[in-house]
């Protein structure tokens, strides 16, 4: 069974930083596909970063670059996300998720078929 748990989250005032886990199970963590996803309040879900670890490449959304880093310890089975100068837009509930890849009619999509269940970062004075 996979499970994705999260933590790390909290409060935070501006500037600061977090870092958040997510502790996987349940399939070869190194070999797939990682990424991040977050949730502001009242807004919809946003693409934070993603993290291919069979081949070490790493993304990011413009909003966060310079000041985010994922990263992954295999020995662990654990993924991170270093936040830096964090800011209030930054404040959301923080989701892991995996990456798997599908083919469907000649094009290649990639779904993100499990979820943890999320952690809270509040960036605040």
């Known amino acids: 069974e996979v499970q994705l748990v999260e933590s790390g989250g909290g409060l935070v005032q501006p500037g600061g930083s977090l870092r958040l886990s997510c502790a996987a199970s349940?399939?070869?963590?190194?070999?797939?596909?990682m990424t991040w996803v977050r949730q502001a309040p009242g807004k919809g879900l946003e693409w934070v970063s993603s993290i291919y670890n069979y081949i070490s490449n790493t993304y990011y959304a413009d909003s966060v670059k310079g000041r985010f880093t994922i990263s992954t310890d295999n020995a662990r089975n654990t993924l991170y996300l270093q936040m830096n100068s964090l800011k209030s837009e930054d404040t959301a509930v923080y989701y892991c998720?995996?990456?798997?890849?599908?083919?469907?009619?000649?094009?290649?999509?990639?779904?993100?078929?499990?979820w943890g269940q999320g952690t809270q970062v509040t960036v605040s004075s």
């Open positions: 998720a995996k990456v798997r890849s599908v083919y469907y009619s000649g094009s290649i999509y990639e779904i993100y078929d499990y």
């Open positions: 349940g399939f070869t963590f190194s070999s797939s596909a």
